[in-house]
Each structure stands twice: as structure tokens, then as C-alpha cells.
């Protein structure tokens, strides 16, 4: 709602007026909201007493009961639904921010192929994008995981990499690391502990500028520091590799990657590469054609004009509409359900609702989830957005 | 101009409180008197699974499910036809119930404490005895269900069966991982590629799965069974007279099979039978339908509409169609586990 504006040729009564005036349309309205809300929690509540039934999320504190057999964190039915809650919460997480991170490089190359002056590359690429755009990303997924599902052998008949890493139609099995804290030698603090030192003052060294002659020397002890650490910890036990094994039916141990993850990955990923490409295209044409020709006349190949002049300013106007596509993503993890994805749609609003009948309750946690993370997203990539528009002429 | 710009917001207002209003005394309303007012009943059934309730080649819906509903339809309004189907998937089955969008919810439905108790809705009675099973290829040359230790079963989401597996993993030490999903279809997809080693459902559901696999005998399904699932009737909690009705429309239906009235003989068997179970079942004795408030050839209509339990049961599951064994699903004198209140 816009608030009437005030103009110079006002006088004080007449601003003060249509403040007024302002104030009680919003309050009337606020109010309106508020009465509404109000009304339906009485009814909800009314509804559910009259079946002996209340609002409670004391169900999430008991023990869950059931497997949930692909997770990105450990769990076992013996914890509660809380825990299944973060299990879903956390293969959400994992699939969309591989599928982000995949649409994003593969969309960014599309866009490219589709600017390119070879006709074949762009045609080629502008099919690929047009079949992704008009085809439903449900069919999609279930076509990818057909396919994956065809082209794997069965477990006895495997693909093995020197018995370290198996391939079959249950899944990509590779060795696992384990840590055990108990044999974890000490020298004052855990050899774990200096190890992650190891790795975080590598991570700030990768972003400090230090004087150059120092750069190297400094990066090397530390690798050095770093791999006597991982050494100590493999040789006395405290760290051990565990390598799958074919037992009975499956494999054990290792880490396994799912087909069903990878599935929705692929599914995810390339449906939202499509609009991105098309989406770096139009951003990169709207660059005035000038900075173009001046990268040109500067002596820049036509990639490296692309690279270096058109896509950093193209990102100002792509950074609102790549925001959407990757909220889509997320939303459109819950596809998973279709191939057997344990996301978190269909471990709370699914097995948890079906055994505790909480349907309330679990499609409000689902939606805060989803809210949250939204929010959270959005806030941080319009900061880099801000980051942008800053840059550069406006 | 100050008036008119909020009277819009407040006009808006009150139009919501009327509605939201109006829908509260809806619901207030009993059920029977909702089903005659409407003319049909609302019967929640399977999106669609051989032998409970699916759509045959016509567009009609068959199945055993069915059959109750119709039977229902036809001792509340007279006429097995008027009846809205409702398909519903596992995970909407009891909101679609407690909102009001059906009045009855057979939807091979495993009656269990929770549902009794914290749902809000009334277990109405057992239409099918069933227990979760396994269909697992035959090569693997698995007996019994411990031997499935470290298999992965593809089943569908939303029911009981994950539950069940969860369970007879602790009580057995073994580790059998359900991968659950939304549609048969999907799960028979991945179990025919080699994802799964097997697939659970109910028996009932299994004969229906094996059926439709792509070479049935590839597969067989294991004797042993994990839990029981008695499949039943539910009706919201609150309106004790329609789970009445519903209740005893199950019992009329088994106490024919006991009685031997048929589809065929019961016009005749009202006429002439001297058994007084008979006359008070059929309504020729006694007030027993007006007690349910409804007439009291309620019984009659029905089982002219379906016939008996066991007619029901061969229709859909006999020799002739899935060909399961009746089992426990024969009548209590028989060896089975079907047994009705008396008449009396």
C-alpha cells in the first residue's frame, strides 16, 4: 500500500491529514489481519478439541522408530523424531547445494555457448535448453533415474576400482574415513585439533596478503605440519580407512553415494542450468554493446571480453532472477519423494505425520524450513548483490 | 474519501468472518443427515490397487473397498450408485477424513492404537485380515524373512510398513533398509531394475504387486508375514451413530455369510425364511434399521447390492480373480478370523 506522500505545497493540516488518513487504512487493515489469524487458530483449536486433539510438539522428543536409508548425518530408529527431522532437513540441504553449485557452472557455460559466434555450438546449446525448459522437471527426474538405474550393473557384478571403490545400481561405495577419539594421541592438545589449526590457518592464508617472498615457505610448513598430523593419526589408529565390502546382499561400510541422490542432483541441476543459461544470455546482450567494442579495441579475445568485461557487469542485472532459480531448487528438492529421496518434506510431512499424525505441526515445521532457508538465502546473496552494484558505474 | 478507503479493508473482513462462520456450523451438522441432505456419500477409497479399489477398463470402480461402500451407500440412501469416490493417497487418507471431505474412509486401512486414539478417528470395523509380507526375487533363494538380513525393500511411503520393518529389525538383530516412495509404479520400476531385493505390502496388495510384474515368476512372495493388518473401516470420532451404521452395515454382511443369505436368495429368503436372525437381520422382525435411524430393510438393500462377505471376497481376491487363499479371512466357524456381533 502506498502511503499518500506529502508534497511541498501542503500545508501543516492537510500533512498531517493524510498521515492520518495513512495510519488508520494500515491500521484497519493490520487489524482486519490480525482478526483473521486470530479467528482461524480459535477454529483450528475448536476443531481439534472436539475430537480430543491439541496443538503439541511433544511427539518430536520421542523415539522415531523407523530407518531412514539415505543420510547425510548419522541416525538410528532409536532417535527421536527431532533427529529424523534434522536427517531430512540435512539431505535437503546436501542436494540442493549440490544442485546450486552444478547449475550454476553449467548454466554460466551454457550462457556462454549460447553468446558464442560458432552457430552449431549456439544452436546446439539452444535446443538443449529449450527441450530442458519445456519438458515437466518431474519427468525429468524419473527419466535420469530410469537411466542411471538401466545403466548399472547389478551388486554382484560391480565395477571396482583396485576393490577400494565400487559401482553398481545400489550406489557409488567409497572407503570411508573413521575417526576414533579415544586413541587419538596427545601432545597437549588432540593431534585432531592441531590438524584443523593446520587447515584453518591455510584457509587464512589463502586470503592474506602476505609479502610474497613469505607466501610459500608459509604454505609449505603448514602442508608439512598438516601431513605428519594425518601420518601420526593413521599410524596409531586414531584415524583408519574402511573400505567396502561386499557382505550378503550389499555392501557395508565405505561411504555410499546413492542413486537416488544423484538422481535428483542431475534432475535438480540441469532443469535450473537451463533457465540460468538463457538468463546469462540476456543479462550479457543488455550490456551496452560499447563496453564490447571497447574490450575490443583494447585487444581482448572475444572469451576473454566475456570473462573479464561483460559477465561482471552482466551480474548486476542476473543476480535478482539467479536468487529464484536458486530458491527453485531448493523448493523443488521435494521432487525427491517420486524416486525415493528422503528430503525433508518426505521424512516430516510424510513418515513422521503418517506414524504420530501431526499434520499440523509437521507441515508447520516443513514450512519454516523452507521459509528459513529462503529468507536466509536471499539475504545473503543480496548482500553480494549490493557487493555488485556497488562496482562499476551505475 | 477517509470513509471509503477503509470500509474496503472492514467489507472484506466481514465477508471472511461470515464464511469462516458458515463453515463451522457446517460441520456441526451429523453425518447421515449431511448424506441425505447431499444424496451421495463421500467414500474415501484407494488411488487404486487391485483388488481394494481401483477403475476397471469402463471407468467404474471395483474392488472389495468398493463393494463396502456401495453396500453403505445402498442401506443409507437406497441406491449403491450414489456414491462420490474419493481417492486418496496414504499420507492425505485421515485429513481427507477429519476435514470432512469424506464420511467414510475404506482404503485398505490398518486399524492401529494410534489412529484409535490420536487421530480422532473411530476404527469402525475390519473389512480384510492381512499381514505384512515380502516379495523378493527367486534366484536370491531367501525362506524366510531373516534371511532378507541386509536387504534393501522398496516399499511405498506413508503406511505402516516401514513401521513394522523398524520393528522386526530390533527384535531381530537384523538390518533390513526400507526405500520408500510415492507411487508403486516408481517402487516396481526400481525393483525391476535391481535397486531393491524386494518389495512389502500387505498380503492382500502383494498378489496384486506379483501380478504385475514383468515376469511374475521370477518372483515369489514368503510365507512368513511381520505383522498383522487388519484393514478396516474408519469414520470420524464424535458422530456415534454414523459409526454405528458403518459398523453393522460389516456386521450384516458377514452374519449373511454365517446365515447363507446370498445376493441370489435374499428377496426370497425375506419372504419365506422362519429363522428369527434371518427375519431380524432383513428387517422382517424387530426395528433393529430404525434403531440406526434408518428403515428397516437396510440390511436387505445392502446385501442385494453386494452380497455376502464371502461373495465379496471371491469376486475380488478368489480363484477367479487374484487368486489369494482366503486363509484367515475365512469365517470364524470355518477356521478363519471373521466374526460379527449377533443380532439380537
Redesign the interface.
Known amino acids: 500500500m502506498a502511503s499518500p506522500r506529502p508534497t511541498r505545497r501542503d500545508d501543516t493540516r492537510r500533512v498531517g491529514a493524510g498521515r492520518l488518513r495513512g495510519v488508520a487504512q494500515r491500521g484497519a487493515f493490520l487489524a482486519v489481519l490480525i482478526a483473521l489469524g486470530a479467528l482461524l487458530l480459535r477454529n483450528i483449536d475448536q476443531n481439534l478439541a472436539e475430537r480430543g486433539l491439541s496443538l503439541s510438539f511433544d511427539f518430536l522428543a520421542r523415539p522415531a522408530g523407523f530407518e531412514i536409508a539415505i543420510k547425510a548425518i548419522n541416525f538410528t530408529p532409536r532417535e527421536t523424531y527431532a533427529a529424523a527431522a534434522l536427517v531430512g532437513i540435512a539431505n535437503t540441504l546436501l542436494v540442493s547445494a549440490l544442485a546450486i553449485v552444478t547449475a550454476t557452472i553449467v548454466g554460466f557455460a551454457a550462457g556462454a555457448m549460447l553468446l558464442s559466434s560458432n552457430p552449431i555450438l549456439a544452436r546446439s546449446t539452444q535446443g538443449f535448453t529449450e527441450l530442458i525448459r519445456n519438458t515437466p522437471q518431474l519427468l525429468q527426474i524419473l527419466f535420469v533415474y530410469t537411466v542411471i538405474l538401466r545403466a548399472l550393473p547389478s551388486t554382484r557384478d560391480s565395477l571396482s576400482i583396485a576393490g577400494w571403490v565400487f559401482l553398481n545400481v545400489r550406489g557409488l561405495f567409497i572407503p570411508a574415513i573413521l575417526a576414533d577419539p579415544a586413541a587419538m594421541p596427545r601432545f597437549g592438545i588432540d593431534t585432531s585439533e592441531a590438524a584443523w589449526i593446520c587447515l584453518a590457518a591455510l584457509l587464512v592464508w589463502a586470503f592474506l596478503p602476505l609479502p610474497r617472498r613469505w607466501k610459500m615457505p608459509v604454505a609449505g610448513g603448514l602442508l608439512i605440519a598438516l601431513a605428519g598430523l594425518i601420518g601420526l593419526m593413521l599410524q596409531s589408529g586414531a584415524l583408519r580407512i574402511e573400505t567396502p565390502t561386499l557382505r550378503g546382499f550389499n555392501f557395508r561400510g565405505g561411504v555410499q553415494v546413492a542413486p537416488e541422490l544423484v538422481s535428483l542432483w542431475i534432475g535438480l541441476a540441469v532443469y535450473a542450468s537451463a533457465f540460468i543459461a538463457d538468463m546469462v544470455r540476456g543479462a550479457v546482450l543488455a550490456v551496452p554493446k560499447g563496453q564490447g567494442e571497447a574490450a575490443a579495441a583494447l585487444g581482448l579475445s572475444p572469451f576473454q571480453a566475456l570473462r573479464l568485461v561483460k559477465i561482471p557487469l552482466a551480474l548486476r542485472i542476473l543476480v535478482p532472477p539467479l536468487v529464484s532459480q536458486y530458491l527453485n531448487i531448493l523448493k523443488s528438492s521435494t521432487l525427491g519423494l517420486a524416486i525415493a529421496y528422503p528430503e525433508v518434506m518426505a521424512v516430516v510431512a510424510g513418515t513422521t505425520l503418517n506414524q504420530t499424525g501431526h499434520a499440523i505441526e509437521t507441515m508447520l515445521i516443513v514450512m519454516l524450513f523452507f521459509v528459513g532457508t529462503n529468507l536466509a538465502v536471499s539475504f545473503l546473496i543480496n548482500l553480494y548483490n549490493r557487493h555488485v552494484i556497488m562496482r562499476g558505474t551505475a | 474519501m477517509?470513509l471509503k478507503?477503509?470500509s474496503g479493508?472492514?467489507a472484506?473482513?466481514g465477508v471472511?468472518?461470515a464464511a469462516?462462520a458458515a463453515?463451522?456450523t457446517a460441520?456441526a451438522q451429523a453425518t447421515l443427515a449431511q448424506i441425505k441432505q447431499r444424496g451421495a456419500m463421500n467414500c474415501g477409497v484407494d488411488t487404486g490397487l487391485a483388488g481394494f479399489a481401483f477403475k476397471d477398463d469402463k471407468g467404474a470402480w471395483r474392488g472389495l473397498d468398493v463393494d463396502y461402500c456401495r453396500a453403505i451407500a445402498a442401506a443409507v440412501l437406497k441406491d449403491p450408485e450414489k456414491v462420490n469416490y474419493v481417492p486418496l493417497t496414504?499420507?492425505l487418507r485421515?485429513?481427507a477424513l477429519?476435514a470432512g471431505d469424506v464420511d467414510v474412509l475404506i482404503r485398505d486401512s490398518t486399524l492401529t492404537f494410534?489412529?484409535g486414539t490420536?487421530?480422532?478417528l473411530s476404527l469402525a470395523g475390519v473389512n480384510f485380515y492381512a499381514g505384512q509380507g515380502f516379495m523378493v526375487k527367486a534366484s536370491?533363494g531367501a525362506k524366510k524373512v531373516t534371511d532378507?538380513?541386509?536387504?534393501?525393500i522398496?516399499t511405498l511411503?506413508?503406511?505402516t510398513l516401514?513401521?513394522n520393518?523398524?520393528?522386526y529389525?530390533?527384535a531381530r538383530n537384523v538390518k533390513i533398509?526400507?526405500?520408500?516412495?510415492?507411487?508403486a509404479d516408481?517402487?516396481f520400476?526400481?525393483l525391476e531394475?535391481?535397486?531393491c531385493?524386494g518389495y512389502t505390502d500387505d498380503t492382500g496388495s502383494l498378489a496384486g504387486a506379483r501380478s504385475s510384474m514383468k515376469k511374475p515368476g521370477d518372483w515369489v512372495v514368503l510365507g512368513e508375514v511381520i505383522s498383522k493388518e487388519p484393514l478396516g473401516l474408519l469414520t470420524?470420532?464424535?458422530d456415534d451413530q454414523w459409526t454405528d451404521i458403518v459398523t453393522w452395515v460389516r456386521n450384516a454382511l458377514i452374519t449373511a455369510e454365517e446365515l447363507d443369505i446370498t445376493q441370489a436368495n435374499v428377496e426370497k429368503l425375506a419372504k419365506e425364511s422362519d429363522n428369527p436372525e434371518v427375519r431380524r437381520v432383513l428387517g422382517i422382525e424387530g426395528d433393529f434399521g430404525k434403531m440406526l435411524g434408518l428403515d428397516n430393510d437396510w440390511a436387505l438393500v445392502a446385501l442385494k447390492t453386494s452380497g455376502n462377505f464371502g461373495e465379496i471376497y471371491e469376486r475380488h481376491f478368489g480363484a477367479k480373480a487374484l487368486g489369494l487363499e482366503r486363509g484367515v479371512n475365512r469365517l470364524w466357524n470355518q477356521g478363519g478370523l471373521v466374526y460379527s456381533y449377533p443380532f439380537r
Open positions: 477517509k478507503s477503509i479493508p472492514l472484506f473482513a471472511a468472518v469462516l463453515a463451522n460441520q496414504t499420507k485421515f485429513t477429519k494410534t489412529r490420536q487421530l480422532g536370491l532378507l538380513d541386509g536387504a534393501t522398496c511411503a506413508g503406511a516401514e513401521l520393518i523398524a520393528d529389525n530390533r533398509t526400507p526405500l520408500l516412495f510415492d507411487k516408481e517402487a520400476s526400481a531394475a535391481g535397486r531385493d470420524r470420532k464424535g
